[in-house]
């Protein structure tokens, strides 16, 4: 029985004049191929009255990618907008990358950006954003989040937003800060050979010195992570200390023993009218000062010789061999006593009143 029919193939109606019962005979008569995964209403095998209306939609296989996840899907649907619905895909608030109105060819490839919460945690506080932006950096972008230089994020800018995706983000700072730094002092050696070896003498006291320091700082999250130096000042310069070695290297001298010595001793005494009360006193005085020891130094004042001469170098006025020759060292040390004290007893009483003479 011929009768005409309206078909509708994907969105484009035209009438048909076919013979044939049923829908199945319509579209053969029309030569309109269907296959397994065509939409055909009425169905294949229902029959279709003459002035009846045939919908076909061809089955296309396209690329979904949701939320950064790509999958193959066949679908029935002419524009965007439906395949969207056919995918059950919650649409409000959803960011597509084409029209809802736009048709779907076969192929097709269709981002599809759901509207998701993403909770940054900035300054603080932890802030809920609402957002269909594919990428995280267009989602802070689309939160209303400005990231200045140095900022870091616990995630890849790049990186596929996700529902629930938690966000760190670290604020960077800089600043500048002074401080106040040590310089410590040098020490410079000088030798001395009118000094005897061994002897070391400060003669010059070092003193530290003392800079201020300017400098930048870069932070992230208030923790500082980089200083740079960008000024110095030097407020007080140090001061160098100056040591004196001493590099005389004293002969040995003559085998004289305090016995000896003491015996030159009352010999020269005498000479001076000084009697054996007077000597007693003497051998007391140089007793305490060097036990009658030829050779005896105080490092540390530099006194000389048996009567302690300070500095010993004094005992060259009665002759140039004063480290070594007891009888110069006790004629020196006469002269002094007589000249200073009187007598021998007159020293002794000065010294045990003082300690020294």
Same mark, same amino acid.
């Given at each position: ?59 296309? +296989?396209?690329?979904?990618?949701? $939320?950064?996840? $790509? ?24 960011? &597509? ?6 048709? &779907? ?24 954003? &609402? ?60 030798? $001395? ?7 070391? %003498? ?17 932070? &992230? ?56 009360? +007077? ?17 005896? +130094? ?21 002759? $140039? ?32 009143? %003082?300690?020294?003479?």
């Amino acid at each position: 029985m011929h009768k005409s029919v309206s078909v509708d193939v994907d969105g484009a109606a035209r009438q048909v004049s076919a013979f044939g019962r049923t829908v199945d005979d319509v579209l053969a008569g029309a030569g309109i191929d269907v296959g397994e995964g065509d939409l055909v209403a009425p169905a294949l095998a229902d029959a279709i009255a003459d002035g009846g209306e045939i919908v076909v939609r061809h089955g296309r +296989e396209i690329t979904v990618a949701l $939320d950064g996840e $790509d999958r193959t899907v066949w679908t029935t649907a002419l524009t965007v907008g439906e395949a969207v619905a056919d995918l059950g895909v919650r649409g409000d608030g959803a960011r &597509l990358s084409a029209s809802r109105s736009a048709t &779907l060819g076969r192929g097709a490839v269709l981002r599809v950006s759901t509207l998701k919460t993403i909770h940054l945690a900035v300054d603080g506080q932890v802030i809920d954003g &609402l957002t269909s932006a594919p990428t995280v950096r267009e989602a802070l972008k689309e939160i209303g989040l400005v990231l200045a230089d140095g900022d870091q994020v616990s995630v890849p800018l790049a990186a596929t937003s996700v529902d629930g995706l938690v966000v760190l983000v670290t604020r960077a700072a800089q600043g500048s800060g002074t401080t106040s730094e040590v310089m410590p002092f040098t020490e410079r050696i000088v030798e $001395d050979d009118s000094i005897a070896a061994g002897t070391r %003498k400060v003669t010059t006291t070092g003193r530290a010195g003392e800079r201020q320091i300017t400098f930048a700082t870069d932070s &992230l999250g208030g923790a500082e992570v980089a200083r740079t130096v960008i000024a110095e000042v030097v407020l007080h310069a140090p001061v160098e200390q100056v040591v004196t070695v001493g590099t005389r290297v004293v002969p040995d001298a003559p085998s004289v023993t305090p016995g000896s010595a003491q015996a030159i001793g009352k010999e020269l005494a005498a000479a001076r009218g000084w009697g054996d009360d +007077e000597f007693s006193c003497l051998v007391e005085l140089w007793n305490h000062e060097s036990h009658w020891n030829v050779s005896a +130094e105080n490092t540390s004042s530099g006194a000389y010789g048996i009567p302690q001469a300070l500095p010993g170098s004094k005992m060259a006025t009665v002759a $140039d061999d004063w480290r070594t020759n007891p009888a110069t060292q006790i004629t020196w040390g006469l002269n002094y006593i007589g000249g200073r004290y009187g007598t021998p007893c007159g020293a002794w009483q000065s010294f045990t009143a %003082k300690g020294w003479y």
